[in-house]
């Protein structure tokens, strides 16, 4: 990976910061994102005096506002002179209700809309840079998920587990669709699930639920390093340059779910997520 640029969002807690670890280890510049500049700087330094690679960064922005998105877009289009890997790992699970700055459902803004808005403004540089890789973390969750076009903001939805499956699912609808858009250019795209991990995730749980899971449920759970090497294995796997719009669990290209495989369910998705996010479809 050594002088490859790669962008891992979400990455000053759990799988992300064992993403960013390990990819700094292998030698790549490493922009460590988290939504509160301060640990991400701080997070950045330790990695950089751990690994030993100077080439080790912070960026910020709050995916709950996709104001900020547009900012590090614009940020690191003219900050960077290439861009090899983006990685989408942000992610979080918001509690029934609960709102992003933009008025829209917060499971829904932050794991997908914020993702969407922010791989697409940064497409030219990608492009610029091809042979590149988009890496979207998704989740085995989706399978029990089915989109419900007048309901995106989950306003009928009961309790944060829903919301969340429904965020994944759309997670690998915009892969599908990435990958078509991106066919011949040089630019790949692939979905993995990183596996339970014990992670910063469920931290908007309510106390009853993150002492079940944190407590018994944490022995079914894996390491967040474990939880990593899907992220770095398609973002550095050297066989998987043209490999595009598939699904990886265990570092294994396996089948979503049928809805997941719905060309008319991502191409309807494609175009409400860009009018609700602003974006030219």
Not at 97 to 116: C, E, K
Not at 148 to 167: H, K
Not at 195 to 220: C, I, N, Q, Y
Not at 249 to 267: F, T
């Amino acid at each position: 990976m050594n002088g490859r640029i790669c962008l891992v969002t979400g990455s000053t807690h759990g799988i992300g910061l064992a993403t960013a670890r390990a990819l700094a280890e292998m030698g790549a510049t490493v922009l460590v994102h988290g939504r509160d500049g301060v640990r991400a700087r701080a997070v950045a330094r330790t990695l950089g005096r751990d690994t030993g690679n100077r080439n080790v960064r912070s960026v910020r922005a709050d995916f709950a506002e996709l104001a900020q998105v547009r900012r590090l877009a614009q940020e690191l289009e003219s900050g960077l002179p290439r861009l090899d890997v983006l990685i989408n790992n942000a992610a979080v699970m918001g509690a029934p209700g609960a709102r992003s700055a933009d008025g829209y459902d917060l499971t829904f803004a932050v794991n997908h809309l914020a993702p969407f808005l922010l791989t697409n403004l940064l497409l030219g540089r990608l492009r610029q840079s091809a042979p590149a890789r988009i890496i979207v973390v998704a989740s085995e969750a989706h399978r029990r998920a089915a989109l419900d076009f007048g309901d995106l903001m989950n306003a009928r939805v009961p309790g944060f587990l829903t919301a969340y499956e429904r965020s994944k699912l759309a997670n690998l609808l915009l892969v599908r669709s990435l990958a078509r858009r991106l066919a011949g250019s040089g630019v790949s795209v692939n979905a993995l699930h990183p596996g339970l991990v014990a992670s910063h995730l469920f931290r908007g749980l309510p106390l009853p639920l993150r002492l079940l899971l944190l407590g018994p449920g944490r022995l079914a759970m894996i390491s967040t390093e474990r939880g990593a090497r899907g992220s770095v294995y398609l973002a550095s796997a050297p066989g998987l340059g043209g490999e595009s719009g598939g699904y990886y669990r265990r570092c294994r290209r396996v089948a979503p779910s049928a809805e997941a495989e719905s060309d008319a369910d991502a191409e309807r998705l494609w175009l409400e997520s860009a009018r609700l996010t602003g974006l030219t479809a």
